[in-house]
């Protein structure tokens, strides 16, 4: 994780990757200041959250004065002041989400770690965010977990149960690599399927994809499906035995 | 209505129940290679990504590409529905100065999933648009403002944008006919009232996002003080397809005032919620019972939000017939806004919706002006009271004045967005908030108390919530 800048800090001694991403979009703006929420978000990808010293650096890097730099903190929700756990947990609780139940999640996460919204766990892994309509309403509830480090890396986790929830936090905090894949919720028959195959929706973490399946018990398999159900289809095989095992109940 | 073969777009949802897919049917495209490659629908079938852009630049003026846009009867697909090809005739053609071209893909409206498949799928398409959006109204750059919680759209643009660089596309000497025309990706921050067009002007000049006075309209005067036009993403994404098939195929579709197809997203309480491209006037029976799976079993329809969560709630079954256009939507009592349909069924509680959305818009209200930002806060107050078992008859009332008191008295449209579903739901679903308030103690020690006066206990209550 990159040092945090507790001191006044000259402009010039800001970390490359912010002064070359002010370098490189320039060009494209008639003046300096209206790079200022761009660069801010990426400070914040860079550090975490940001600072007023790294505030103060940027405003002077933009010639913005100091006050309205800190007009902008305040106003745009994304950008942090205050330091976070490894991983932002970004809930959504407007109203699809929360018929979906992100009320249940959300208690689950207090109850698991003792810690309220904003706050960071015990183990540092974690901050628990709740965030308006993420425009991901057809899969609720929907969270985006964002992983810091130089860049913030996004996941987008959707259609979670409690349980679901619960692994994902526990897989994450024991560092498994692959505890953000997609992972399988349910599975439904189609209505209205195009044709005379057995149609069926699946239902995972990303998304909810239109699919046929074909053969019976352990040699269920999925043949066909719409677009990016390619990748569903050919890069994932731990969905696609978690798939072969759920379609004998169906 | 004839239900053609479901079109295979994007992996998610994307059905269309014209015979035609609607605007093209590129599977994911992500790169430049493959939209160049990809077929693209139009009626004379001849394929290919930036088709459009090179024939608009090699052979049509700028006047022409705007009369063809105003042909085809294209209609913003923001919320407003304001005829895109009129806006961009708005512009002064003789202004010195740099002019703008914005393209709003701050999508936030809760319901509404859309502009991200535009960008995250086919940002070609929306490059494309934007480049004969710039031709037309003579600007050089565009600025694509996009809400900072989508990395996705914003990285997956961005590289798009890149490609464009490297191969010429954009740039100073566009597909070498010595025009110059840029494109930036702009990040936002987590801020709904930055998709009010205005306020995304003041955001991109990075500054607070606070809506700004009109007039000077945008296209007069907009971001830097520039004529600056501003349009959503997915009415930008349609150019390619108007100037490749001619403004004929678009008006073919739909109806007469409301032209052409449009993303429709449903949500809520349906078996399959996704989005699908749609012949406006469809009706909104077919959208909910055939896309997007019906009802769960058992279920009935209480009410229905055909345009995200800025619109009033239609009530019961009569939302079937109401035809999927701007004209059908006023009529059935509600609007088309951007087209995120809400669906609510029977076992859904009209003061815990209204609740939910009181506490969206209390939280991104700007608190520029008085009436939305004190208003929205005493609508989430009230809703609250009431469902804490604290609410009296009065409250129903008390919601309606304050409604009036923010309607058309706000500074911008977000305080009307706060007000209308609440005023849909008091005036056509009262027996929900009634049903609480019969349950509640205030109003059973009201009136025991005899006719009006309210208890002491009852007074300190609303103290409280005053104070709070
Ligand atoms: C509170 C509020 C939020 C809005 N949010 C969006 C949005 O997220 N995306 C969008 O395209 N338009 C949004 N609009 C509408 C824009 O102000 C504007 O009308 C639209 O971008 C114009 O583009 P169009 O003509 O292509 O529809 C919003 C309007 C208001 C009042
Ligand atoms: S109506 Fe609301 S969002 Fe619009 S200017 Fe007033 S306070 Fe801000
Ligand atoms: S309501 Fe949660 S993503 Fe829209």
Request: overall charge negative; hydrophobic content about 35%.
């Amino acid at each position: 994780m990159p040092e945090l800048h507790t001191k006044d800090i000259n402009p010039a001694e800001l970390p490359k990757q912010i002064t070359d991403f002010v370098k490189g979009i320039a060009s494209q703006y008639p003046n300096s200041k209206a790079m200022l929420i761009p660069t801010l978000i990426e400070a914040q990808k860079y550090y975490g959250h940001v600072t007023d010293e790294v505030a103060m650096a940027i405003g002077k890097l933009l010639k913005v004065p100091y006050g309205e730099v800190e007009a902008v903190i305040d106003f745009y929700t994304m950008i942090l002041q205050k330091p976070t756990g490894e991983y932002i947990v970004g809930l959504c609780d407007t109203w699809n989400c929360e018929w979906g139940g992100a009320a249940a999640l959300k208690e689950h996460f207090i109850a698991k770690y003792g810690k309220g919204v904003g706050e960071i766990t015990a183990d540092g892994k974690f901050t628990l965010l709740m965030v308006e309509c993420l425009c991901d309403c057809h899969n609720p509830p929907s969270l985006q977990f964002l992983q810091r480090g130089e860049h913030f890396t996004p996941t987008w986790s959707n259609n979670l149960t409690v349980e679901l929830f619960d692994a994902i936090l526990d897989d994450l905090a024991a560092g498994k690599a692959d505890a953000l894949r997609e992972r399988f919720v349910r599975m439904e028959k189609k209505q209205n399927a195009p044709d005379d195959r057995n149609w069926v929706w699946l239902v995972t973490t990303r998304n909810q994809y239109p699919c046929v399946l074909e053969g019976s018990g352990d040699a269920m398999k999925v043949i066909d499906g719409f677009g990016k159900f390619g990748d569903l289809k050919n890069d994932n095989p731990a969905l696609h035995a978690e798939i072969a095992a759920a379609a004998k109940e169906l | 209505m004839a239900k053609g073969n479901p079109i295979l777009m994007n992996g998610i949802r994307h059905e269309c129940i014209t015979p035609v897919s609607a605007l093209d049917n590129e599977i994911g495209i992500r790169s430049l290679a493959d939209y160049e490659s990809k077929a693209r629908y139009v009626p004379d079938g001849k394929p290919g990504g930036y088709r459009a852009i090179q024939h608009v630049l090699n052979n049509m003026s700028p006047e022409q590409v705007i009369d063809e846009v105003k042909a085809s009867g294209l209609r913003g697909k923001g919320g407003a529905g304001f005829p895109t090809g009129l806006k961009w005739s708005f512009v002064p053609k003789d202004h010195p100065g740099p002019k703008y071209l914005a393209i709003n893909g701050d999508e936030g409206e809760p319901g509404t999933f859309k502009d991200r498949y535009i960008m995250e799928d086919c940002p070609h398409r929306l490059i494309e648009g934007a480049m004969i959006a710039m031709h037309a109204i003579g600007a050089e750059q565009t600025y694509c403002y996009i809400r900072g919680e989508f990395y996705d759209s914003l990285r997956l643009l961005d590289d798009a944008v890149k490609e464009c660089y490297a191969k010429g596309y954009l740039g100073d000497n566009v597909f070498g006919t010595g025009k110059r025309m840029h494109f930036q990706v702009h990040t936002g921050a987590g801020a709904y009232i930055c998709g009010e067009e205005t306020s995304m002007l003041s955001s991109i000049e990075g500054s607070r996002g606070h809506p700004k006075m009109k007039p000077p309209f945008p296209a007069i005067e907009g971001v830097f003080r520039k004529p600056t036009i501003i349009n959503n993403v997915e009415s930008i994404a349609c150019a390619p397809a108007i100037i490749d098939a001619g403004a004929g195929w678009f008006t073919a579709r739909g109806t007469e005032k409301s032209p052409g197809i449009k993303i429709v997203s449903v949500s809520g309480c349906v078996r399959n919620p996704g989005w699908w491209e749609i012949e406006y006037g469809t009706p909104i029976g077919v959208i909910v019972n055939e896309l997007a799976g019906g009802l769960l079993p058992g279920r009935k329809l209480k009410g229905l939000i055909p345009g995200g969560s800025s619109c009033p709630v239609i009530k019961g079954e009569a939302a079937y017939d109401v035809p999927f256009d701007y004209e059908g939507c006023v009529a059935g009592g509600s609007m088309l806004g951007s087209a995120a349909m809400i669906v609510l069924d029977d076992s859904i509680d009209m003061v815990g919706v209204m609740r939910n959305f009181s506490k969206f818009y209390a939280h991104e209200s700007c608190g520029k002006c008085t009436p939305c930002r004190e208003g929205t806060r005493w609508m989430l107050q009230i809703h609250q009271r009431i469902l804490d078992g604290g609410g009296t008859m009065e409250d129903l009332d008390l919601l309606i004045d304050i409604i009036n008191g923010i309607e058309a008295k706000s500074f911008c449209p977000l305080g009307d967005a706060a007000a209308w579903p609440v005023r849909s739901a008091v005036e056509r679903f009262p027996e929900d908030y009634i049903a609480w308030i019969e349950k509640s103690s205030r109003f059973n020690a009201l009136k025991e108390n005899g006719n009006g006066s309210a208890s002491p206990a009852g007074s300190e209550e609303a103290a409280e919530v005053e104070a709070s």
